[in-house]
């Protein structure tokens, strides 16, 4: 087998420009995989054709060194090892960035203990060309005792040298990984750790051919100049303010438009199917599984754009400086700078945004955030509060219901900051907290890269969301349609389902609320996804609309005729507010519960999570209802 | 050697005799670090971000809550917390 699949394993710390790297040797083309057994990811892909190098490519986290013993740090021993089902590497690429130079090369002295040939990958040649700083390579790779190879990120030069060198690899010696086993440094003190360094930083230092002390500075000249605003006590938090703001309206006035294009063509798909295919089939294809597609699929473009903005927001290096601006107010809370960006995107979605936690490097600030982004106010509430405060403010100027909707997402972030603050003081801290976050150099961001990135993000969203979100809307559909499946009359046939008996058992758990069994069966649903509930309801109260755009009109006016058992109007500002409250806390998403156990690898931390945030959620609704009715709302 | 002993010197007329430790510092001033003490995985990662005795500190930012810090060291630009921050003496 040997030359037809020669394995080759990147390996560098975060910044290095690993992942451009990468993407040039694999064209893109590659699948983000979990390592066995464990949630870190990694990217795997073979060697572009054009290179004529049959070879396979894997992607290691991002890494200083391998002292910590984070997981990342084991799995990427055992890559180094073959202890995976990845086999042991043919050779290893050590990328190191060319203005970082002796810090990067660090994880060099461990990985050569491997007996598994490396070569050097040094990045950002053009920032150090533009810097006009230049290394004496030939006394550089004799020093260090590997090949370099000079890469442009940019342009990708360097790139066909860097595959001659691990074609010359090819036909050297079998590796064979052993002596990796001396590879762990944590025995390493921080004395030795330390000379190592400062060995490692003469070494390079004098094969600098700028003075090192100019070089410094004309490397950071430009982000210098730029952190000056940027990082500027009182600017740069109104410039962060400014920034998050635009990313914020860009999500919903630039997704609303491919939205409502998905929306409307799963709508108009679903009649076509109706048309055509008669009987309970036909509702099963519309209703159940086209459906439920557009369930999934409607959120697509807002998790795209999001991730678009974050990904640019992080190539150019300001991510790291907003939550180095975010840390202090944040550590109130029992946060950290680094909650910033996972409870960002979970305004977008819950999921994507779990699964961003990992770069949190305490254990107890990582669970901590783990446990609040389900009260951030993600893009599902939205047709939820759409209708809702549309009902409450209908009769007033349009401006009502857009501050109720920003009071809705202020409101989301304080109670998620007060459930930090509480369980922060419940949870015991195994370890220590920190920040230490390296500020990386300014740089253009590359829109190719931003793109494919979020791309795969949303692709990932959508496959791990996408079953449970789907299986879930089935068996709502099957809830919502059985027994009483051969009536013709929706309302009827939902009157005797599964789920209005579920409902109507319920009916004592929502009268507290001011509810009765159809918000019930409304709010039941919304487990599948929460926006699910205004198509729930529109079915509940029998609105029979042909014309999408009239539905939630027809919808309102039944919600504002429909009355209690006893004769009095269902839905008063008292209810609704409830309502609107118990999805504000209630976390009724199966798909982040999913999530959650992944995350946290623990049913307990899951279980507790949904649980708790359903009777807090509960208990909220039935406090304001009542509360409301106290001071004469009712 | 000219060059070196030029920065030291710098650093002596901008940093404050004061400050015992980064934090201490104040922005737009220079230090040279002495030693780093304090939980073994901090003084570890400041290793790995380019944080060592002998070499040369500047707090360039400073938040508005005054905490983190933003400090040039060696050619990365790094932000710490107070708490990261007294664990460099200088």
Excluded at chain 1, 134 to 159: C, H, Q, W
Excluded at chain 1, 520 to 544: D, K, N, Y
Aim: hydrophobic letters at 50%; one cysteine or more.
């Amino acid at each position: 087998m040997k030359g037809l699949d020669v394995k080759i394993v990147l390996i560098g710390s975060p910044n290095s420009g690993k992942t451009t790297l990468f993407n040039w040797l694999t064209g893109h083309k590659s699948k983000t995989v979990n390592y066995p057994g464990s949630t870190v990811e990694y990217s795997t892909g073979r060697l572009l054709n054009s290179y004529s190098l049959d070879a396979s490519i894997t992607d290691t986290p991002g890494l200083y060194s391998l002292v910590s013993k984070s997981p990342e740090e084991e799995i990427t021993l055992q890559v180094i090892q073959g202890q995976t089902s990845l086999g042991v590497p043919q050779s290893l690429v050590l990328v190191a960035d060319g203005t970082q130079l002796a810090r990067h090369l660090f994880l060099l002295k461990s990985l050569k203990k491997a007996k598994i040939p490396v070569v050097v990958a040094m990045t950002m040649s053009d920032l150090l060309k533009n810097s006009q700083v230049s290394y004496d390579l030939k006394a550089l790779e004799e020093k260090l005792g590997v090949p370099i190879v000079t890469i442009d990120g940019r342009l990708g030069g360097g790139v066909k040298e860097l595959v001659e060198v691990l074609r010359k690899f090819e036909n050297a010696t079998e590796p064979s990984g052993e002596g990796v086993t001396e590879l762990k440094l944590s025995q390493w003190s921080p004395q030795e750790i330390e000379s190592e360094i400062r060995a490692l930083s003469q070494l390079v230092e004098s094969c600098m051919k700028t003075s090192p002390v100019e070089a410094q500075q004309r490397i950071q000249n430009r982000t210098a100049m730029w952190d000056r605003v940027l990082l500027h006590p009182l600017m740069g938090i109104v410039l962060f303010f400014g920034i998050m703001t635009a990313l914020f309206t860009s999500i919903f006035w630039m997704a609303s438009p491919f939205m409502d294009f998905i929306d409307e063509g799963f709508g108009s798909m679903a009649e076509l199917v109706s048309a055509h295919v008669t009987g309970l089939l036909g509702d099963f294809l519309a209703n159940g599984i086209v459906a439920s597609f557009g369930a999934v699929l409607v959120f697509i473009p807002q998790i795209f754009i999001l991730s678009f903005g974050i990904q640019i927001l992080e190539d150019s290096g300001y991510l790291a400086r907003a939550a180095t601006l975010i840390d202090k107010p944040f550590s109130w809370f029992g946060l950290n700078g680094k909650s910033f960006v996972p409870l960002l995107s979970a305004h977008a979605c819950a999921v994507p945004a779990m699964m961003a936690v990992r770069n949190i490097p305490s254990r107890k600030e990582r669970w901590l955030t783990l446990f609040i982004i389900p009260l951030m106010t993600c893009s599902a509430r939205l047709p939820v509060y759409a209708l809702l405060l549309t009902f409450l403010f209908k009769d007033k100027p349009a401006w009502w219901a857009g501050l109720a909707l920003a009071t809705l997402y202020f409101g989301g972030l304080l109670i998620g900051a007060l459930v930090s603050l509480i369980a922060s003081r419940w949870i015991q801290a195994k370890d220590k907290s920190f920040f230490a976050l390296e500020l990386p150099l300014y740089r253009a961001p590359r829109l190719s890269h931003a793109i494919v990135t979020s791309f795969k993000r949303t692709l990932s969203y959508a496959v791990r969301a996408g079953p449970i979100i789907f299986f879930l809307a089935l068996i709502i559909w099957a809830g919502t349609t059985f027994p009483a499946y051969d009536i013709e009359n929706k309302t009827e046939r939902l009157e005797k389902s599964y789920a209005a008996q579920m409902g109507q058992f319920l009916e004592p758990v929502m009268k507290p609320m001011g509810a009765d069994w159809r918000v019930g069966v409304g709010l039941i649903s919304a487990f599948a996804a929460r926006e699910v509930f205004v198509s729930s309801m529109a079915v509940v109260f029998s609105v029979a609309e042909e014309d999408e755009s009239k539905l939630t009109d027809s919808l309102l006016n039944k919600m504002s005729t429909a009355t209690n058992s006893d004769g009095a109007p269902l839905f008063t500002v008292a209810s609704v507010i409830g309502i609107i409250v118990y999805f504000m806390i209630a976390l009724q998403c199966m798909a982040t519960t999913g999530t959650a156990f992944k995350e946290s690898r623990s049913w307990k931390f899951a279980t507790l999570q949904t649980v708790l945030f359903n009777i807090f959620g509960y208990l909220s609704a039935v406090a304001a209802f009542h509360g409301l009715r106290l001071f004469g709302i009712s | 050697m000219i060059l070196i002993s030029i920065e030291k010197a710098q650093s002596k007329i901008y940093s404050s005799p004061m400050a015992k430790n980064l934090f201490e510092l104040g922005v737009g001033n220079t230090g040279e670090i002495k030693n780093i003490s304090g939980d073994s995985i901090l003084v570890g990662r400041l290793f790995e971000l380019g944080f060592k005795s002998g070499a040369t500190v500047k707090v360039v930012h400073k938040s508005i809550f005054g905490d983190p810090i933003i400090v040039d060291v060696e050619f990365s630009r790094v932000a710490l917390r107070k708490a990261e921050a007294v664990c460099v003496e200088l």
